[in-house]
């Protein structure tokens, strides 16, 4: 579930470009000054997008940037973001909650070899994630319920889509604004909803010809009632229709975030979820395809 | 009260027209249109009223200082076909006179889902008429559950084709869905509109200088020695 909320990099600015690799080499110190050097490796496209989000929204605007030497490659020198510690060690915390609950979740899922690698990055993950949890409970909760909550939207005698992807949604509406009180609050309530619920869709979307392979639950086979091997013309109607499902939550997502607004930053947010997430879309849904079209 | 020139994201030496533009962008992009159904319409009408006061004050002062009166006229004028945002309200606050579901619209309206939920999953499945469909839809889609209220639209619309209201919410759906969103001009993916039209990757840069080479190569010539 993590690296589909990224920039679309041929239409941003080059300065936003900057602030933007400013932000992530930042949150990446920060992972490795509160978390040991290990938990660089949790860095994310999608807590980048929480730091981010959080800057924009507390209207947090007189930022300084310096220049630091970057860890995994130490000829270079990347630029990074400075007296926004709050916002950074926040994205950290959640970064190293999500990474715990996702590799417990892939101990359940995987087999052999797979999960024993799981199993070692479990007991490396375990000591960071009580850390992070001390320190954001809220957090930890939102994600621990959602950990809950799928698998019984998941069996439920009565399947709706919504309700699977309900979970999701649920708990980055509760990440997003357990920073905010008030009108914020409300406006990343939403934003999170709706983000969160794309994110659950786009997912399923990539994972669904592998899930249909392998026999393994996916909300879209269910919904569109799929079996077996499926051909090119039903590939594509099957792509439509779900693009469709993503693309009706893109006007929610816009619209909240639009009432946050007067930031340095704010073209980048605008720039992410305006042009990154149809971006996302299109490689996943349409593109694959247009590999195999060619001759 | 803020600087209204920071409201509208203007300087302050801005002409009328530079000023009118903004504030065109700024109202379509605040349109009530785009938060119908949201939970924080609310707060989208707020905005909508600042800019609107920002506007009026800008050109208040202007007209009182150095322009003409006409100028100030005009400019409002045409700007303000977005002031209908007015008279969308009063449809969208669902006070309709002949309307079986009162306390279910005044619900929605002062954003208590659950009790309109509660109200409405209390109708048995024979009295459900499209105005039932169609509030169930609304409050389904205040929820985030978007599939489920399109659901509960495309059912409203069907049984009553000819409810304007219903029709409206059923358009923006399908439109929202097929990635044809409001503002901005963009708003999701639609696969059938090639975007990356003239676009060309690395492959295509190998396959044309290869083209040129055997074209060179026809005429007796050489662009590329070692093919």
């Known amino acids: 579930m993590f690296g589909y909320v990224k920039t679309n990099r041929p239409e941003l600015l080059v300065k936003e470009d900057a602030a933007y690799k400013s932000v992530y080499c930042a949150l990446c110190r920060t992972l490795g000054k509160e978390y040991g050097i290990l938990s660089r490796f949790t860095l994310n496209y999608e807590c980048t997008f929480l730091a981010l989000l959080i800057l924009v929204a507390k209207r947090q605007e007189s930022l300084s940037f310096e220049k630091k030497r970057c860890c995994c490659n130490p000829l270079k020198k990347c630029v990074c973001c400075k007296n926004c510690d709050d916002a950074l060690s926040y994205a950290a915390g959640v970064s190293e909650i999500l990474t715990y609950w996702k590799i417990q979740d892939n101990i359940e899922d995987q087999r052999f070899l797979r999960r024993f690698f799981s199993k070692i990055a479990a007991l490396i993950s375990r000591r960071k994630h009580k850390k992070a949890a001390a320190k954001y409970p809220q957090a930890e909760e939102a994600v621990a319920e959602m950990m809950r909550r799928q698998k019984e939207t998941e069996t439920s005698e009565e399947f709706l889509i919504d309700r699977c992807a309900d979970p999701t949604a649920q708990m980055l509406r509760k990440v997003l604004s357990i920073p905010f009180e008030g009108d914020e609050n409300r406006i990343l309530e939403e934003l999170g909803y709706h983000l969160g619920r794309w994110i659950y869709f786009i997912d399923a979307a990539d994972d669904l010809e592998d899930d249909l392979k392998r026999g393994n639950f996916n909300p879209f086979i269910k919904e569109f009632g799929l079996t077996g091997e499926m051909y090119e013309e039903k590939r594509r109607e099957i792509c439509e229709r779900c693009n469709e499902v993503l693309n009706f939550s893109i006007p929610p997502i816009l619209g909240a975030l639009s009432l946050l607004s007067n930031h340095s930053f704010y073209p980048i947010l605008d720039n992410i979820l305006g042009k990154g997430l149809p971006e996302m879309q299109r490689k996943i849904l349409f593109s694959k395809e247009e590999g195999k079209a060619e001759p | ?227």
């Not at chain 2, 945002?85 to 579901?101: E, L, T, V």
């Not at chain 2, 985030?144 to 069907?158: C, D, H, P, Q, V």
Request: charge should be neutral.
């Open chain 2, 1 to 227: 009260m803020n600087d209204p020139y920071k409201i509208l994201g203007v300087e302050r030496s801005a002409t009328d027209a530079q000023i009118k533009d903004a504030y065109r962008e700024l109202a379509k992009k605040y349109h009530p249109d785009n938060y119908s159904g949201s939970p924080i319409a609310d707060l989208a009408g707020e905005k909508m009223k600042e800019i609107n006061e920002a506007y009026d004050t800008i050109m208040k002062e202007r007209k009182e200082g150095t322009s003409g009166p006409n100028a100030y006229q005009s400019a409002y004028q045409s700007a303000g076909a977005y002031q209908s945002a007015g008279a969308y309200q009063s449809s969208g606050s669902y006070q309709k006179a002949a309307s079986d579901f009162n306390d279910v619209r005044r619900f929605i309206t002062q954003n208590r889902i659950a009790d309109a939920e509660q109200i409405l999953n209390g109708v048995p499945p024979e009295k459900r008429s499209a105005e039932w469909y169609f509030l169930k839809g609304s409050v389904l889609y205040r929820r985030g559950w978007l599939e489920e209220a399109y659901r509960n639209f495309s059912t409203a619309s069907s049984m009553d084709p000819t409810n304007m209201e219903y029709r409206a919410a059923m358009n923006q759906a399908t439109n929202n869905r097929s990635g044809n969103y409001g503002y901005g001009g963009y708003g999701g993916y639609n696969p059938n509109m090639n975007r990356a039209a003239g676009g060309c990757n690395a492959c295509d840069v190998c396959s044309s200088l290869m083209c040129a080479d055997c074209c060179c190569e026809c005429m007796g010539g050489d662009l590329i020695r070692c093919c």
